[in-house]
């Protein structure tokens, strides 16, 4: 009977809810899974009970830790064992509603496996309360703050892994670019990567421009089409980066017809693409000993936390409210997040670092609040200097790098 069930539970899938070939599979594995616990145990599967239920969970939980696939991160595994547990509600809420189960075997009120949605429901609502066995899991805003969060040592260290490679000059310029794109901008990997040579000339900069200037991505997530600030040295960099390395790569590889995409795979000129872009940061987190799984996303979580900071240092200096939402909702525009609530974790977590809780009415925490900040702020005034330093210097090393470069590159009068 069970097989009958479920391949007609899989067809239900394929031919009423639309789900790809591939979702379905999936679904019937973790009804499977579901079944083999049942049968480890000795009951029944429609005769399950939330105890079952919470049971399988805990087992899941175990097996998705242990495999080699997993990033050790019990949240996200908590995560993945909520998806498999979904399935196997959505299984059992389609065996009441083919009457396949009596009435009182799922759903609200007392029954057999409690489930707060009604049969006819879509069961959309992936909430504890909706689904009582489910892991209560933290948000993805949550989930990112404990992300490798890089400190000014780890930026230090990723330069140095760069310019350092035995790779050729293009290849280190181009990831020291996007390193520093990705740390002054807080771009998203996909929107940095989207940036054309035609959108970068030096006329941009005149006598009135101040320390940024305006860029907008092309690809944009939710399309949403957001002019960004670009810092001016940065927009400069860029240029020396297409005039010097990117045009000598070309005349290398004798390109003819160059694409117009800002990044190019050394290898044969083509537009370099996003997952190569994850893949060289990756191994360079890697290298630095950063926790598995930090990417060029880390680049933007760093921005992200450095804007906040400043964000309430400005509002505290001001008098102006601190509280979690206003300074996300703040943040979120200059980031260009969509949902200001998300930030709001990373918030909590600044106000932590600047040594209480900080609240527009508490006089007393904002005294000692303002104190702290004077400190900040004299710290950050030496960073500031002693990065303008490092940067300085960075800069007539990559010049003199380039020129050596195109010397060697130019035929003997």
Known sequence: MLVDDVTDFAFHQLDYCQLALSTVHGQVLNVVSFWAHCASVGIDPVSASDTTLKQFRDAELKLVLANPASKGDERIARGTVNQK???????????????????????????????????GSSGNRRSTR???????????????LRKHLL?????????????TSEQSVYVRQRNALLL????????????????????????LIGPNTGATVLIRPIRQKFNRGITYELPTSILLRICDFI????????????VTRPPQ????????????????????????????????GTSF?????????????????????????????????????????????????????????LGCQISSRDEARLRKAEAQLAE????????RAENERLRTAYEAKSRSEAEEQSRQASPAL
């Not at 005039?243 to 004798?254: A, C, E, I, M, T």
């Not at 900040?376 to 960073?383: E, N, P, S, T, V």
Request: proline share 3%.
């Open 243 to 254: 005039d010097g390395p990117r045009s000598q790569l070309l005349v290398g590889k004798q």
């Open 85 to 119: 547990l979904l399935c196997v509600y959505g299984w059992f809420l389609w065996l009441r509603k083919t009457k396949r189960i009596a009435d009182h075997a799922v759903g609200p009120n007392g029954t057999q496996i409690d489930c707060g949605i009604g049969v």
């Open 376 to 383: 900040q702020a004299r710290a950050i005034a030496d960073l």
């Open 297 to 353: 996303h880390a680049l933007r979580i760093r921005f992200v936390n450095v804007q906040i900071l400043l964000e309430l240092m400005e509002r505290l200096a001001l008098g102006l409210d601190t509280s979690a939402a206003s300074v996300a909702a703040a943040v979120a525009i200059k980031v260009g997040h969509r949902n200001p609530r998300s930030l709001e974790p990373y918030v909590l977590v600044a106000q932590d670092r």
């Open 180 to 203: 520093d794109i990705g740390l002054e901008t807080g771009l998203r990997r996909g929107s940095i990567n989207s940036f054309q040579v035609d959108q970068f000339k030096r006329s």
């Open 151 to 163: 400190s000014d040592q780890d930026r230090d260290d990723v330069l140095d892994a760069i310019m």
């Open 130 to 144: 909706t689904y009582p066995a489910l892991f209560r899991v933290t948000t993805a805003g949550d989930r990112g």
């Open 261 to 292: 995409g800002l990044f190019l795979s050394a290898r044969d000129c083509t537009p370099l693409e996003d997952r190569s872009i994850t893949t060289i940061f990756s191994k360079l987190m890697r290298s630095i000993g950063a926790q598995k």
